[in-house]
């Protein structure tokens, strides 16, 4: 199986034993092994895994050790090796949970047998609707190959409620140089049975139709350091991919049609190489990422290639979007919040001045910078630009219209004090990611300080409880952030997507969308590429209350 394909994303396992020092042991040559695999060494990876299956061992790493296996013989392309020891996997942990993935790759060493009846039995075992979602598109990766029609009319027989399957024969009819009328009077029954509006086309095309919209997340899940270290604090990726997920079956009640592709995208360029490598990979409508430049070069050559959106998550950078008119950032860069920010600030008083400092981070220079170049063209003057390591660093005494601060959370509440230590009553403006809130003493955010905030969340918003309640009804705790964003990105591009990439940009120009959003939404009026939706917030009576977005 491809890893592009499908991947087996997050192995959590709570493994416990009886024999301490055997688990030990174990798991330490499974951890070399999974090690083996993520460098794709798949033979030397069977050959630690196979060990470990055996029936002496009797812990929650057994089962993965079996699958494991399996999936590196199918990359080897041993096929019987694949199928024995996933069909021992079946008689020992007919309970386990993963089984369906196990299905899954199952029907693809089947199918690369040619054993179609056999490969299609296993992907109708298929429970879970996140893999079943892929089974059409596997299903007609390898029967769209089948050459003789009879073995075409021979499945179709067996599996007369197969939509791939009916997909391939109405084409195969339409190609033949004579059908039967008993042929064709099927062919017809099939097209209006399924739906189907046209054949196939040579090449690829969508698993289901032009209208399904397909979403790539390129971002380093780390799956390697999962499965070897199960314990460990899942990263990021993988809450904006359940956020997706379940935005993905919320648009599927709403009529759109949604794919989201997982791929394991770190600071190398092989993973990236092997996927634009890969034809199938042409379906994807839109990347979200990649994190990091090197691989990030490579997508966005491909993307503009291919008409292929891209959406940076999290990123504040303009310069990432400059390459194409498809690359935009969910976030707003430094430019719109420092613009909005000084917006704010010129309704509070009549001063046209402003004093900024900045802390020790590249990226706090940067903003401040940004700043100091928006507010001069805004027509304010800036008193003071620098950068603060102790309160002897400021010898402004200037009242200025406000005063701006770019910080790290360990610097964030010293450099406040510096500066309401030089009497200027001037309110302060700061980013919410100066703040670890959770240790900040709140009280000091009562003193006039304005918040820029584009990750607010609003908790009394009915969007975000009713968002809340499918995570963790889904999950079993609470979400995060990037859960909310993820979902937001997969709603709002599927929406805007929905009519066709033709229209993508002139749907984005028309308005900003506020309504239907767990954040601020998205506005990309006036061509900007990146959301101006800009939550400023401030902290009063023990509450945190939005002043403006």
């Not at 380093?220 to 809450?239: I, Q, R």
């Not at 050559?301 to 292929?308: M, R």
């Not at 302060?428 to 990750?455: G, H, N, R, V, W």
């Not at 309504?515 to 939706?533: E, M, P, V, W």
Request: aromatic share 14%; charged share 25%.
């Amino acid at each position: 199986m491809k890893q592009a394909a499908f991947i087996f994303l997050f192995v959590l396992v709570a493994a416990t034993t009886t024999a301490q020092n055997s688990f030990q042991e174990y798991k330490r040559n499974y951890n070399q092994a999974i090690q083996l695999y993520a460098n794709s060494q798949y033979d030397n990876a069977i050959r630690l895994f196979l060990p470990l299956t055996q029936e002496k061992y009797q812990n929650a790493f057994v089962p993965y050790s079996h699958y494991y296996v399996a999936l590196c013989s199918n990359n080897v392309t041993n096929f019987t090796q694949a199928k024995t020891l996933l069909r021992q996997l079946f008689q020992r942990f007919p309970d386990w949970d993963k089984l369906d993935e196990a299905y899954y790759l199952y029907a693809e060493a089947s199918f690369n047998q040619k054993n179609y009846e056999e490969a299609l039995d296993y992907l109708n075992r298929i429970q879970d609707r996140s893999i079943i979602r892929n089974v059409p598109d596997m299903e007609y990766k390898y029967l769209s190959a089948i050459k003789e029609f009879g073995k075409i009319k021979q499945l179709q027989n067996s599996f007369p409620n197969n939509k791939t399957i009916a997909e391939i024969y109405v084409k195969a009819v339409s190609e033949k140089s004579f059908s039967t009328r008993e042929e064709l009077v099927l062919s017809d029954e099939l097209t209006n049975r399924f739906k189907l509006i046209n054949p196939k086309k040579e090449g690829y095309e969508r698993a289901y139709d032009d209208k399904t919209i397909d979403f790539g997340i390129l971002l380093p899940f780390e799956l390697a350091e999962l499965a070897s270290n199960p314990g460990n604090k899942k990263p990021y990726p993988y809450d904006l991919y359940i956020g997706m997920k379940i935005a993905s079956d919320q648009l599927l009640n709403q009529g759109i049609l949604t794919n989201i592709y997982a791929f394991d995208i770190t600071n190398s360029d092989r993973r990236m190489m092997e996927l634009v490598n890969d034809q199938n990979f042409k379906k994807i409508d839109l990347f979200v990422g990649p994190l990091y430049a090197s691989p990030n070069d490579i997508a966005i050559g491909y993307a503009v290639k291919n008409k292929i959106l891209q959406v940076h998550p999290l990123s504040n950078n303009l310069g990432l979007t400059t390459q194409s008119d498809g690359i935009f950032l969910a976030q707003p860069s430094f430019t719109d919040q420092s613009n909005k920010a000084i917006s704010v600030a010129r309704t509070l008083n009549g001063k046209k001045t402003v004093a900024i400092y900045y802390g020790n981070s590249s990226k706090d220079k940067q903003f401040a910078q940004i700043y100091r170049q928006e507010a001069e063209n805004n027509g304010m003057s800036v008193v003071e630009f620098r950068q603060i390591s102790t309160a002897n660093d400021i010898d402004n005494h200037t009242e200025t219209n406000h005063t701006f601060i770019a910080a790290m959370p360990d610097e964030i509440r010293s450099m406040i004090q510096n500066v309401k230590k030089e009497k200027n009553p001037a309110p302060i403006f700061t980013a919410a990611s100066s703040f670890d809130f959770s240790s900040f003493p709140l009280k000091m955010l009562e003193q006039d300080i304005y918040i820029i905030y584009p990750e607010f969340i609003d908790t009394e918003s009915s969007e975000v409880e009713n968002f809340k309640d499918l995570y963790v009804s889904k999950m079993g705790e609470l979400p995060t952030y990037y859960a909310y964003l993820g979902y937001d990105i997969a709603l709002y591009y599927s929406r805007i997507l929905r009519n066709g990439k033709e229209n993508f940009k002139s749907q984005m120009n028309m308005i900003e969308y506020t309504q239907g959003y767990t954040l601020s939404g998205f506005d990309y009026t006036n061509d900007s590429k990146s959301n101006k939706l800009i939550p400023i917030i401030k902290y009063e009576n023990g509450n945190f209350r939005e002043i403006t977005r």
